[in-house]
């Protein structure tokens, strides 16, 4: 679309959309920070609720786009969805950001769960009665040690959720993506091997991975192409813990909606608007809005759902809700379709771990 055109849309959505009380639910993003100027994250984030875990970084990355992208998603679930109403939307919860990671270069490992402890704690003494779930879908490149074994970062992790005199928290967090090029040839058997990424081997956080419904492919250039992952089964991207010893958790706990990939069968395959979630650009005057997929945005529309039950239920515990949305979920036929009929017990491990539990279902928790 040309610029004009696009900004009717975000002002078409920005007049329907109403704000969040003041005593509205928040999730916690933390991320490379969000940029609050784009219209439609304005009304969710308020200029007090962006934190940094360092006065140097700001409070947003000027060339990374991901937490400005997440946030949309996290507000108003897929955009797609709410440009199309022609009705009020009222934001049910508000948005928090904390900048957990430098512009330029990276944090030190040994340094990473002592940083998410540092970026938890500030909206916490900031509004310390405010209702929150934490959002966080960074992880380590390097796997979890030892294939489920933990982690400094994940310890901290589990320490956080558990929390301390009853103080709990509902920490959701991706299961991570392969990070190579993937073919058609090697889906799902690449996805097996490709193990859950750090710190996403913790006990107590409920953790997300992908899956897709979305297989159609409409624009022209792609014509005669083909989606990699079917109707119902696996983001093509998708970390799984089917390598991992039994002792370990179980990870992801669900999947959620993270797009799909194109082949035309030769080359490697590529992300495609027609397969992705649409939602807000980093960029807030030209481009407005863009496209995502992969763990990151299963795991926005996980935090999403958490807190609309949580806006429901204010006097749930964060282990209630997370056992509510564990609990709502179910294996489509396509998952079970690609086990045998008579499940061995390897079959149900492989199925497990590769799906967890299944797609959560929001009015079902």
């Not at 419904?213 to 992952?229: C, L, T, Y």
């Amino acid at each position: 679309m040309k610029l004009i055109e696009k900004e009717e849309w975000v002002e078409d959505l920005w007049n329907r959309t109403l704000p969040p009380r003041d005593n509205a639910v928040a999730v916690c993003l933390l991320d490379y920070g969000v940029n609050r100027r784009h219209k439609l994250i304005e009304k969710g984030l308020d200029s007090s609720d962006l934190y940094t875990c360092d006065p140097n970084w700001g409070t947003h990355d000027p060339h990374n786009t991901h937490g400005t992208e997440m946030a949309g998603l996290i507000l108003y679930d897929d955009l797609f969805n709410a440009l199309q109403t022609q009705g009020y939307i009222t934001l049910i919860h508000r948005l928090e950001s904390v900048k957990i990671l430098p512009p330029v270069g990276q944090n030190d490992p040994e340094l990473y769960g002592a940083i998410t402890e540092q970026a938890v704690s500030r909206p916490e003494i900031q509004n310390p009665k405010r209702k929150r779930i934490f959002c966080m879908a960074v992880t380590s490149e390097q796997p979890s040690p030892n294939y489920g074994t933990p982690s400094s970062w994940s310890a901290a992790i589990d320490q956080l959720s558990f929390g301390e005199d009853n103080f709990k928290r509902l920490i959701i967090i991706s299961a991570g993506n392969i990070r190579e090029e993937i073919s058609l040839s090697d889906y799902l058997t690449r996805n097996d091997v490709a193990t859950i990424e750090n710190p996403a081997q913790a006990w107590n956080a409920l953790v997300v991975g992908a899956y897709t419904e979305k297989v159609n492919i409409s624009h022209p250039d792609f014509h005669g192409w083909q989606p990699v992952a079917p109707w119902g089964d696996l983001s093509p991207k998708s970390c799984t813990s089917v390598s991992w010893e039994n002792q370990w958790p179980i990870r992801p706990d669900i999947v959620c909606e993270g797009g799909n990939y194109a082949s035309d069968g030769e080359n490697y395959a590529q992300m495609i608007d027609d397969l992705c979630l649409l939602t807000t650009a980093h960029s807030h005057n030209y481009k407005l809005f863009t496209y995502m997929c992969d763990t990151s945005c299963a795991t926005a529309l996980a935090s999403y759902m958490a807190a609309r039950i949580l806006s429901e239920n204010p006097k749930y515990w964060p282990e209630t809700i997370r056992a509510l949305i564990v609990h709502s979920a179910e294996w489509t036929v396509r998952m079970i379709a690609n086990f045998p009929k008579k499940l061995k017990q390897q079959d149900k491990k492989n199925l497990i771990r590769r799906y967890g539990y299944g797609v959560p279902d929001l009015d079902r928790a």
